[in-house]
Antibody
Framework: QVQLVQSGAEVKKPGSSVKVSCKASGGTFSNYAINWVRQAPGQGLEWMGGIVPVSDTANYAQKFQGRVTITADESTSTAYMELSSLRSDDTAVYYC??????????????????????WGQGTTVTVSS | SYVLTQPPSVSVAPGQTARITCGGSYIGAKSVHWYQQKAGQAPVVVVYDDDDRPSGIPERFSGSNSGNTATLTISRVEAGDEADYYCQVWDSSSDHVIFGGGTNLTVL
């Protein structure tokens, strides 16, 4: 049973950057899209982007383009999400998540088609001066 | 970009049926996934691909999808079903994941 374990809580100053890690254990890593989803206090889920390690191709939501970098290290089965130019409204819980099904969907040819079955425990990032 | 619209809240008495809608342009042509999120926890899939249930999810949870509306139906609602529920689709034009705004289910 695959598990995703994320790095610990962070407190950052406005204008700085944060890098959150997500380590997969108990299953294969490379052929699944690792997605990053954030949730501000009292707000809904917001997809930030994802990466498919086998192709090392990242895919970013328009809102975060230019400010987020998602990478993956196949040797350690770990994905990373780095968010720069932090603002107070970036204060949120950041989750990594991946589908239970690997490979591109035969219906859509996309790795992002599937439901997100496996979630990390979440990492709280607080941006405050 | 593709937008999913959910009612902010739904209230239902125990034992009754709750229906949570998710509106989107021609959403019936997409596969819709539904998540349950309880306070302080990560989301959990309760319905995927419109109407399939993961193992371990009670049969009381079901989904449908047609036209411009997808619906999550929870039959014989229990106090433990109180949570936020999110719909989600994959947008083919952008290859992006899209979430609805979420619906808070209150069991009266």
């Amino acid at each position: 049973q695959v598990q995703l374990v994320q790095s610990g809580a962070e407190v950052k100053k406005p204008g700085s950057s944060v890098k959150v890690s997500c380590k997969a254990s108990g299953g294969t890593f490379s052929n699944y899209a690792i997605n990053w989803v954030r949730q501000a206090p009292g707000q809904g889920l917001e997809w930030m982007g994802g990466i498919v390690p086998v192709s090392d191709t990242a895919n970013y939501a328009q809102k975060f383009q230019g400010r987020v970098t998602i990478t993956a290290d196949e040797s350690t089965s770990t994905a990373y999400m780095e968010l720069s130019s932090l603002r107070s409204d970036d204060t949120a819980v950041y989750y990594c998540a991946r589908p239970g099904v690997g490979g591109p969907s035969p219906k859509s040819y996309s790795y992002y088609y599937y439901a997100l079955d496996v979630w990390g425990q979440g990492t709280t990032v607080t941006v405050s001066s | 970009s593709y937008v999913l619209t959910q009612p902010p809240s739904v209230s239902v008495a125990p034992g009754q049926t709750a229906r949570i809608t998710c509106g989107g342009s021609y959403i019936g042509a997409k596969s819709v996934h539904w998540y349950q999120q309880k306070a302080g926890q990560a989301p959990v899939v309760v319905v995927y691909d419109d109407d399939d249930r993961p193992s371990g999810i009670p049969e009381r949870f079901s989904g449908s999808n047609s036209g411009n509306t997808a619906t999550l139906t929870i039959s014989r609602v229990e106090a433990g079903d109180e949570a936020d529920y999110y719909c989600q689709v994959w947008d083919s034009s952008s290859d992006h994941v899209i979430f609805g705004g979420g619906t808070n289910l209150t069991v009266l």
